[in-house]
């Protein structure tokens, strides 16, 4: 039923691999929630690199306008947003499931997200917060209106194993990739809910592409319950996840099943035609 994730790492030729960029670019990304400051030697162990290389890509980046320093250690300025404000700003994707997205808030006033898969991470290229309560003709978010998480703005970087949006595309892959990203993988524990045993975290993934939904409550972060969908190209391909973060009872079976489902599906499903 699902189709493998089609993005891949495009081929290039060795005598047209720029060594220096690509370290310089494991820098910038070795900056991230869990260390925002870094000095010379613990961009090095982050990037890969020596420390005398990774020193000379600290200060080039910082020359170039796109770390700040104390001239010990070196955090990210605001011109990197450049990057981020163009790809949202010119990318296709965001702007097509935008609009469902707003529309998903303004009939039940939750909070709706699209991410993609990076790497072991999923990443926000879309959402909306509801603002006051709204409420559709059955009276969907007359109750949980306003549930606004924290930390999950655009851009946001989450790890895929935890969240919802995360197992939807890991259950989108085939049996083969599937199998090579589980090999010697360690699970990290986030919370005392996160499912670290790779055992149950299989069997999770196989459910998944039975429902074709991931719930994940408490997993990624305390407080934070999610549900997931897929977005299919017309090929068959997932290209994003919609997921919706509420509060606990809106994930009860009954209740799932009901109201916040069903709506996420359809919206999937003429997001089909657009992505």
Not at 42 to 70: K, S
Not at 146 to 168: C, D, E, F, K
Not at 195 to 200: I, N
Request: glycine share 6%.
């Amino acid at each position: 039923m699902n189709a493998q994730i089609s993005k891949q790492e495009p081929a290039i030729a060795k005598a047209d691999f720029i060594a220096g960029m690509a370290k310089g670019m494991a820098v910038l990304e070795s900056f991230d929630t869990e260390r925002q400051r870094l000095n010379a030697t613990l961009a090095a162990q982050r990037a890969g690199i020596t420390r005398a290389a990774a020193r000379r890509h600290l200060l080039t980046l910082a020359h170039l306008g796109y770390l700040e320093t104390d001239g010990s250690f070196y955090w990210l300025s605001s011109k990197v947003l450049r990057f981020s404000g163009s790809y949202l700003a010119s990318a296709r994707l965001p702007r097509v499931l935008q609009p469902a997205l707003n529309r998903l808030a303004a009939q039940t006033g939750e909070s709706f997200s699209a991410v993609v898969r990076d790497a072991d991470q999923v990443v926000i290229v879309a959402r909306n917060n509801p603002q006051g309560t709204h409420k559709n003709d059955s009276g969907l978010g007359s109750k949980y209106a306003g549930y606004t998480p924290y930390g999950l703005h655009l851009g946001a970087r989450l790890p895929i194993h935890a969240t919802s949006t995360g197992r939807v595309l890991l259950a989108a892959l085939n049996d083969a990739a599937f199998e090579i990203w589980t090999q010697d993988r360690i699970l990290p524990r986030l919370t005392a809910l996160t499912c670290t045993d790779m055992a149950k975290f299989r069997s999770l993934i196989a459910q998944i592409k039975i429902d074709d939904y991931a719930v994940a409550s408490q997993e990624h972060e305390l407080g934070v319950h999610a549900l997931a969908v897929p977005v299919r190209n017309m090929q068959g391909a997932t290209v994003a996840a919609l997921n919706v973060v509420t509060q606990p009872a809106r994930l009860e079976p009954q209740a799932l099943q009901r109201d916040l489902l069903p709506l996420l599906q359809d919206a999937a499903r003429e997001l089909q035609a657009l992505v």
